[in-house]
T-cell receptor, first 114, second 112 residues
Framework: GAGVSQSPRYKVAKRGQDVALRCDPISGHVSLFWYQQALGQGPEFLTY????????KSGLPSDRFFAERPEGSVSTLKIQRTQQEDSAVYLC???FGTGNQPQHFGDGTRLSIL | DAKTTQPPSMDCAEGRAANLPCNHSTISGNEYVYWYRQIHSQGPQYIIH???NNETNEMASLIITEDRKSSTLILPHATLRDTAVYYC?????????????FGQGTTLQVKP
């Protein structure tokens, strides 16, 4: 499709397990963002890539969170040793360039930690 | 990035114009005003953005005051499908690591 695609749509994991969330941005989009959205709250920034370079990871809540975009296209957000407070919707967004072009969001991955 | 202030909720009758206000009194000269909306269980959807001139697209109009300290999003003919949370955000754009800082937004309820 033409939009941002995220998989899986839903993920259930037991506390302590590692999870990997995938984002396929719109083709040709240089910028890629990850956000975390807790229930009833607005999305919160996690990290930003320009092509394959991770230029801002100030929003990652702990060193258990790791993101990569090795070829400047698909990105993976990995959470190690998951905890219950990691339960949230994880949103990916991409934008065409590095100017004021708007970010386009996927529908997110809903992560539930039991 | 500057913070924004929006009313927590608004109602609008179907077919009427919905006018959603936003205050951003600390906006700086290189920051844009973006509007997104989020329908339940979906990701945020981009609506419109502007710097200082009024903007219009197929979805909405954006009116920015001359001093840029506030703006209004106008949905000219609201439908039931416009029921959503609307976020007003100011940002420098992706080129400056333009992360979007979402507040609580305005929950717009369009009623038949």
């Amino acid at each position: 499709g033409a939009g941002v695609s995220q998989s899986p749509r839903y993920k259930v994991a037991k506390r302590g397990q590692d999870v990997a969330l995938r984002c396929d941005p719109i083709s040709g989009h240089v910028s890629l963002f990850w956000y975390q959205q807790a229930l009833g709250q607005g999305p919160e920034f996690l990290t930003y890539f320009q092509n394959e370079a991770q230029l801002d990871k100030s929003g990652l809540p702990s060193d258990r969170f790791f993101a990569e975009r090795p070829e400047g296209s698909v990105s993976t957000l990995k959470i190690q040793r998951t905890q219950q407070e990691d339960s949230a919707v994880y949103l990916c967004a991409s934008s065409f360039g590095t100017g004021n072009q708007p970010q386009h969001f996927g529908d997110g991955t809903r992560l539930s930690i039991l | 990035d500057a913070k924004t202030t929006q009313p927590p909720s608004m109602d609008c009758a179907e077919g009427r114009a919905a006018n959603l206000p936003c205050n951003h009194s600390t906006i700086s000269g290189n920051e844009y005003v973006y509007w997104y909306r989020q329908i339940h269980s979906q990701g945020p959807q981009y609506i419109i953005h502007g710097l200082k001139n009024n903007e219009t697209n197929e979805m909405a109009s954006l009116i920015i005051t001359e001093d840029r300290k506030s703006s209004t999003l106008i949905l000219p003919h609201a439908t039931l499908r416009d029921t959503a949370v609307y976020y007003c955000i100011v940002s420098r754009g992706s080129g400056n690591t333009g992360k979007l800082i979402f507040g609580q937004g305005t929950t717009l309820q369009v009623k038949p």
